[in-house]
Nanobody, 125 residues
Framework: QVQLVESGGGLVQAGGSLRLSCAAS????????MGWFRQAPGKEREFVTA????????AYKDSVKDRFTISRDNAKNTVYLQMNSLKPEDTAVYHC??????????????????WGQGTQVTVSS
């Protein structure tokens, strides 16, 4: 099993920045991808970004591509999400998740095996 703990959420004004962290523990050597998803009230959970745990790829949802940056520190088993130029539409609960099987579609929630509890990000206008 893998345990994931997110932190760093909060309330910020539009145009501001936040940095989310996701610390993994347990069978981290079996992780293939780590992704961030978000879920706004009344909406489905959506893909935001992903990074390879054993490879160097990164991927982003189009609407965050020039504003968000995902990075990882394997030594600390932690992935970070730097969010700049935040907009009210970025308001959501942000969850990190990991895949334990290779060659999965990192954009799909069904590809992920373990999820964190989520951290609230609220962007005021």
């Amino acid at each position: 099993q893998v345990q994931l703990v997110e932190s760093g959420g909060g309330l910020v004004q539009a145009g501001g920045s936040l940095r989310l962290s996701c610390a993994a523990s347990g069978r981290t050597f079996s992780i293939y991808d780590m992704g961030w998803f978000r879920q706004a009230p009344g909406k489905e959970r959506e893909f935001v970004t992903a990074v390879g745990w054993k490879s160097s790829y990164t991927a982003y949802k189009d609407s965050v591509k020039d504003r968000f940056t995902i990075s990882r520190d394997n030594a600390k088993n932690t992935v970070y999400l730097q969010m700049n130029s935040l907009k009210p539409e970025d308001t959501a609960v942000y969850h990190c998740a990991v895949t334990m099987v290779p060659y999965q579609d990192y954009r799909k929630t069904s590809s992920y095996n373990y999820w964190g509890q989520g951290t609230q990000v609220t962007v005021s206008s």
